[in-house]
């Protein structure tokens, strides 16, 4: 058997239908041995009833008209509202001036320095950068020894010599005999 | 409440968007009504409930676009109407002013005329109605919501918790709250 608080728990669910089969048997034992809850049960439902019954009211009769009215007073309004904020400059955002005038900044300075007339003149630089550029003695001149720098005739020259016969060193004399005769065949072959 | 029109709400408001104002109108004519009922009861006073109908179409009308397939139409504009309505009630209450068209607990216009019997069962009902609703008056906001929208609307319990945005076992504890705290405040005003 359930309590009265959880009869009064359960009262909507039983009312609207929303309650499992043993909780509907559960409110029902109780409903039929408490009379307090029976009193309740029956005030509720008699109240639904009453509810559920209560007279329909409607709008009146110029509601339409009236609506009608209130939506061009608003949209009137609107238009007001808009044609007192002027002219459509006063509507651009704040922002947006000062990002036009950003620009505006960068593309004068572009023209200036890209239009600028060049009024530099070569100059000698000055003396003490003179002093501290002084060639350097020590400095090895490469431009004989390193092909990077040497001119195609130089290049062919150097190549030919570095590849001659002569540039081979003879056989020392603690070589193998058949190295050596090896080695002879070779220089002759080529 | 249910709808037996060929046209659903929906359709309706979709050629609303789509610039057709015809549309619009048969959406007043279908629920300004109903609306009427649900304000009225909510604020139980005829002319500030048909202000609030009014501004409730004003505002489907001027946010027609703001509605989005998602949820029912039905809920949708019930939303509207009910935070409207809390608005009223918030406005009258900050202003602290009673009109004489408007009952307090202590009224009395409960005198009967006539002893006729017709005429008796007739002011009992409208006795009766009268009651209910200075009880309801008495209820707090949400319970009132939840109880109008389930026992005079007939709304399902899961429109009224997409109308009131809560979860469908909140719903389900609140009109049974709202419903027993009802019962005391009758009880309260009948002296039991």
């Known amino acids: 058997m359930i309590s009265c608080y959880q009869f009064k728990n359960f009262m909507s669910g039983y009312i609207d239908k929303d309650l499992s089969f043993q ?5 029902e034992e109780h409903l039929n041995v408490c009379p307090q809850c029976q009193k309740l049960y029956h005030s509720i439902i008699t109240t639904k009833t009453n509810m559920a019954n209560f007279p329909e009211v409607s709008v009146s009769e110029n509601f339409l008209s009236n609506l009608q009215n209130k939506i061009l007073a608003e949209r009137n309004a609107r238009i007001q509202v808009g044609m007192s904020r002027g002219f459509a400059l006063r509507r ?3 922002f947006a001036y000062g990002f036009a005038a950003a620009l505006l ?3 004068i300075g572009f023209y200036l320095l890209e239009f600028q007339p060049n009024t530099r ?13 002084r060639p350097n003695p020590s400095i090895p001149n490469y431009e004989q020894s390193n ?3 040497m001119t195609p005739g130089q290049l062919a020259n ?3 010599a570095r590849d001659s016969l002569a540039d081979i060193p003879e056989p020392s004399s603690n070589i193998d005999p058949d190295f050596q005769n090896k080695i002879k065949t070779v220089k002759e072959t080529y | 409440m249910k709808d037996s029109y060929k046209i659903s709400d929906e359709e309706l408001i979709r050629r609303f968007q789509a610039g057709d104002e015809a549309a619009f109108e048969e959406i007043v004519h279908r629920y300004s009504n109903r609306l009427m009922n649900f304000a009225y009861r909510f604020v139980f006073d005829m002319e500030e409930a048909e202000d609030i109908v009014q501004d409730t179409f004003l505002k489907v009308y001027q946010n027609r676009f703001a509605y989005k397939e998602i949820a029912k139409f039905s809920t949708w504009i019930y939303t509207i109407t009910a935070n409207l309505s809390k608005t009223i009630l918030r ?3 900050n202003r602290k002013m009673f009109s004489f068209s408007r009952l307090g607990p202590n009224d009395k216009d409960m005198d009967f005329p006539s002893k006729e019997r017709a005429a008796l069962s007739h002011i009992e009902e409208n006795f009766n109605e009268r009651t209910i609703q200075k009880a309801m008056l008495k209820l707090p906001e949400h319970f009132r919501t939840t109880i109008i929208l389930r026992d005079i609307q007939e709304l399902s319990y899961e429109e009224i918790s997409n109308i009131i945005n809560a979860p469908l076992g909140t719903v389900k504890s609140r009109i049974n709250r709202a419903r027993l705290r009802l019962q005391k405040e009758l009880q309260e005003l009948r002296g039991e």
Not at chain 1, 121 to 133: D, G, N, S, Y
Request: proline letters at 15%; charged letters at 30%.
């Open chain 1, 158 to 160: 150097s190549e030919s």
């Open chain 1, 105 to 107: 900044a960068v593309i």
């Open chain 1, 121 to 133: 003149t070569p100059q000698a630089p000055p003396k003490l950068v003179q002093e501290r550029i």
């Open chain 1, 23 to 27: 909780k509907r048997k559960y409110f």
């Open chain 1, 147 to 149: 092909p990077a720098m």
């Open chain 2, 91 to 93: 406005k009258r209450r």
């Open chain 1, 92 to 94: 651009i955002p704040s």
